[in-house]
């Protein structure tokens, strides 16, 4: 099996993130054919006369029995039908991915759905934002420089993990590899809980009677802190609800930390309060996103 | 009196915000002499060469005493003692403003400090980024299109607020006015609270054993919301502390709406977590700063 070419690609949503990995395997020179599905006919034009996919799928098991790859790159909540419709298809070559935001609840759509093909599904999640959404956002460097993690399953064999690797790696992309748990932990943290509070604190201030004067005093703070409050509601709705467990979790935690804060502040502890901030700055200040 | 020229000006703080009140005085051709005073006599010297301050101010009685205007660009936790040093000496004519971030404690502070001469003093907020700080930060348009926000008192007459506004509009600034008590509750929610937020949020997981694996997977969502946390825990610490009141009630509200958003994601209310999310997007994304 050749690793860095793929004859033929199937692509189940020919979005951003979709859209944008065909793009990229394009430009890499790597793919022969990229076949697209998709429930808006009119997305799917769109996609074919931006050069984003060669043809537009009509028939799943045609497409899908000779494909090399297939990346499912619809939300999450879809993807247990879609894996229903495509697994009875899937050629002992062909191979499949996801760019779902959340793992665990796709490893368990794909055991429940795709029988014992499972080993040829590698459960990705590409870290590329999402502030735009639709074919016309796709980019072919979405992924450049870009971190992709895989979760991968113990039914793969290391041929297919180098595979599908390979083909992010194509993208431009710097893969890692996390158990879905520990990826669904992580993600809790450093994305799943600050999207809910900056949804949060919007909806809070949205309530009021004085919110037009409040968001007129309202300066780069807060628009940097509340950029991700004007995220996809559905999405985000669908992300929480697959993260839950790991995000209640994440959302105690936090709220154990607001209560140690709100203690300091009611006893007047300025120290207290200078310590948390100085920790919180020193920690910010030396990352950088990657 | 003429409202727009000022024969001599006296900053105590030339940093950020002094300093560029003094730049932004100097290019609209308003200012006849800038007088400096401040805690470091590096930065006062630095402040000299920059061109911000024609001199650097020896004799507080004697700089203070003929000038036309006095700004207290100081951290707020100093402006209760500078006021104390400065007012006896203040002139019949010598306006004086501040720069501060809090509005309640500076009123106090003023009454407590100023005496009959309180009538002198119009406290001001300029809402202009405060990402950097000292006298090399400063910049002739920090203030361009800025808000600031002026919390007159009972005593000011209307020509001393008009005069201090049109000091602050020719920097650029467009000035509104708010009551001590507003300015105050307005900050603490699209304000002191974001910042508290973001410092709990990176002090939550920067107490954590895997706080490195956490932050290598963080990307653009957390870099923005975080990016306040990395602002100085002293200013911070004072702010809050000041503000305390109101940022507590604050607090309280957000606290609780944050019980609700748990409460609906623990009873699988997937609308409800939606409902929520859409009404943040909504006015998040019908807003843009001023």
Known sequence: MQLTKFNKVVIFGVGLIGGSFA??????????????????AATLEQARQLGIIDRIGLDVAAEVCDADLVLLATPVGQMSDLMAR???????????TDGGSTKGDVVAAAYANLGIKVGQFVPAHPIAG??????????ADLYAGKKVVLTPLPENSPETIARVRKAWELCGAVVSELTAQQHDEVFAAVSHLPHLLSFA????????????????????????????AASSPEMW?????????????????????????????AADDAKKLEDIFSLAREVRGNWAPQ
Do not use: W
């Not at 999402?130 to 980019?139: C, D, K, L, P, T």
């Not at 929480?240 to 935690?253: H, P, Q, S, V």
């Open 23 to 40: 793009l990229a395997l394009r430009r890499a020179n790597v793919v022969n054919e990229v076949v697209g599905f998709g429930r808006s």
């Open 86 to 96: 495509i697994a009875p298809h899937m050629g002992a070559r062909t191979l499949m």
């Open 130 to 139: 999402a502030e735009q959404s639709g074919a016309a956002a796709a980019r």
């Open 201 to 228: 604190l919007v909806h809070d201030l949205a309530q009021r009677d004085n919110r037009d004067q409040l968001l007129s005093f309202a300066a780069s703070g807060f628009r940097d802190f509340t950029r991700i």
């Open 237 to 265: 709705r669908d992300i929480c609800m697959a993260n839950k467990t790991a995000l209640l979790g994440e959302l105690a935690d936090y709220m154990q930390e607001l209560e140690t804060i709100r203690r300091a502040l």
